[in-house]
């Protein structure tokens, strides 16, 4: 059964949000100075690429003795300091997407020599999490995962607290979302579900993170297909996929929504089954159709960032800078990105600064659009 599209202000508000762009890769072989970007192959060792690094720093090509280009010649930041060790701050609980991307981005950056160590600080929501990272002063060695569900999560909760505040670092990548039920479910596909909330969307228990967030967003946007209003939904807010997924298995919802990453390992062990996920085409990490797939003209994607601390040096922001832009040039992180099918959807610095200003704005919008936030 075909959807229509949703139109007018709302989609125009997540026009951002909605379309999964992909960032070329930055790797090839041997490049000129004028073409260098980090991680390349280059010929002579000292040779300086002027301006090509992250905000317009230089790079040097340099004979790298650590990760998994040790004993090549690549383009490098020659003045680089890998980090001792790293608290991250997840805004939600164990298990949740924020978590599981620092966990995959330390891990990387471990493989390759960029880190020594690193912990992860779990709090249940965004102001939480957020209000902590923002109490850390004088701190070189914080960085907090922020994404789409943030300034959601912060505005519903009536926060005055604000991502543009923190140093903005990189935007790393974006994942699919994936709608989940028990094994048991009555559901076989996504418009099985679509039927009963259209026909009675109280009755409907849907699962998911924040009230405001990507999950909820996500679900609000999909039942505007199907002319139900997000208010209206049976929406019940958990701290992140962790804290879900105890429920969707055993039925206490009808259906969960959260990234990809937090619902494969339970899918591929037959405890639960995904009704469609929100990626252009087909996922290796995970088995479902996709909505397009089924009918729905709708794709989406949860992007997540790096932020640093407010009060953090310029000398140090910018080796932070170029730690983070090191390794999204890395194999290690490649390999990531391939096992999770995360999309390497990547901004960095100057660029991911003005980026997530933007982005904030559009968000609210959308959640004022929809009667989320007032």
Same mark, same amino acid.
């Given at each position: 059964?075909?959807?229509? #599209?949703?139109?007018?202000?709302?989609?125009?508000?997540?026009?951002?949000?909605?379309?999964?762009?992909?960032?070329?890769?930055?790797?090839?072989?041997?490049?000129?100075?004028?073409?260098? $970007?980090?991680?390349?192959?280059?010929?002579?060792?000292?040779?300086?690429?002027?301006?090509?690094?992250?905000?317009?720093?230089?790079?040097?090509?340099?004979?790298?003795?650590?990760?998994?280009?040790?004993?090549?010649?690549? =383009?490098?930041?020659?003045?680089?300091?890998?980090?001792?060790?790293?608290? =991250?701050?997840?805004?939600?609980?164990?298990? /949740?997407?924020?978590?599981?991307?620092?966990?995959?981005?330390?891990?990387?950056?471990?493989?390759?020599?960029?880190? #020594?160590?690193?912990?992860?600080?779990?709090?249940?929501?965004?102001?939480?999490?957020?209000?902590?990272?923002?109490?850390?002063?004088?701190?070189?060695?914080?960085?907090?995962?922020?994404?789409?569900?943030?300034?959601?999560?912060?505005?519903?909760?009536?926060?005055?607290?604000?991502?543009?505040?923190?140093?903005?670092?990189?935007?790393?990548?974006?994942?699919?979302?994936?709608?989940?039920?028990?094994?048991?479910?009555?559901?076989?596909?996504?418009?099985?579900?679509?039927?009963? +909330?259209?026909?009675?969307?109280?009755?409907?228990?849907? /699962?998911?993170?924040?009230?405001?967030?990507?999950?909820?967003?996500? +679900?609000?946007?999909?039942?505007?297909?199907?002319?139900?209003?997000?208010?209206?939904?049976?929406?019940?807010?958990?701290?992140?996929?962790?804290?879900?997924?105890?429920?969707?298995?055993?039925?206490?919802?009808?259906?969960?929504?959260?990234?990809?990453?937090?619902?494969?390992?339970?899918?591929?062990?037959?405890?639960?089954?995904?009704?469609?996920?929100?990626?252009?085409?087909?996922? #290796?990490?995970?088995?479902?159709?996709?909505?397009?797939?089924?009918?729905?003209?709708?794709?989406?994607? $949860? =992007?997540?960032?790096?932020?640093?601390?407010?009060?953090?040096?310029?000398?140090?922001?910018?080796?932070?800078?170029?730690?983070?832009?090191?390794?999204?040039?890395?194999?290690?992180?490649?390999?990531?990105?391939?096992?999770?099918? =995360? +999309?390497?959807?990547?901004?960095?610095? $100057?660029?991911?600064?003005?980026?997530?200003?933007?982005e904030n704005t559009a968000i609210i919008k959308?959640?004022?659009?929809?009667?989320?936030? #007032?």
């Open positions: 059964m075909l959807r229509k #599209k949703i139109a007018g202000a709302v989609i125009a508000s997540v026009a951002i949000a909605m379309v999964v762009t992909v960032s070329p890769q930055a790797n090839a072989a041997l490049k000129a100075p004028t073409a260098a $970007n980090v991680g390349d192959e280059c010929v002579t060792a000292g040779r300086v690429a002027k301006g090509r690094g992250v905000n317009g720093s230089d790079l040097t090509c340099t004979n790298v003795t650590t990760g998994t280009a040790a004993g090549t010649r690549r =383009w490098w930041y020659a003045d680089m300091k890998p980090f001792g060790s790293v608290e =991250w701050v997840s805004s939600s609980a164990i298990g /949740g997407g924020y978590g599981t991307t620092a966990i995959a981005i330390g891990d990387a950056m471990k493989k390759e020599g960029l880190l #020594k160590d690193y912990t992860v600080t779990y709090k249940t929501n965004a102001p939480l999490g957020l209000g902590y990272f923002y109490d850390q002063k004088g701190r070189n060695d914080i960085l907090l995962i922020t994404g789409f569900a943030m300034p959601g999560g912060l505005a519903t909760n009536g926060s005055k607290l604000t991502i543009t505040t923190a140093n903005a670092v990189a935007g790393i990548m974006r994942e699919a979302e994936a709608f989940a039920v028990p094994t048991s479910s009555k559901y076989r596909t996504i418009n099985d579900l679509l039927d009963d +909330i259209k026909a009675n969307p109280k009755t409907v228990a849907i /699962g998911g993170g924040n009230y405001g967030g990507v999950d909820h967003v996500t +679900i609000a946007t999909l039942a505007a297909t199907v002319g139900v209003k997000a208010t209206d939904l049976n929406y019940i807010p958990y701290s992140g996929g962790g804290t879900l997924t105890p429920d969707v298995i055993g039925g206490r919802v009808a259906v969960g929504i959260s990234g990809t990453s937090e619902f494969s390992s339970y899918v591929a062990a037959g405890k639960m089954r995904i009704l469609a996920v929100t990626s252009p085409k087909p996922l #290796k990490v995970i088995k479902g159709k996709t909505l397009v797939q089924q009918g729905v003209d709708l794709t989406f994607g $949860n =992007w997540r960032g790096i932020l640093a601390p407010a009060d953090l040096s310029a000398a140090d922001l910018l080796n932070t800078l170029k730690v983070i832009d090191t390794l999204h040039a890395t194999d290690s992180w490649k390999d990531t990105l391939v096992a999770k099918s =995360w +999309i390497d959807e990547y901004r960095a610095g $100057n660029a991911f600064s003005s980026w997530i200003k933007t959308v959640l004022t659009d929809f009667k989320l936030v #007032k």
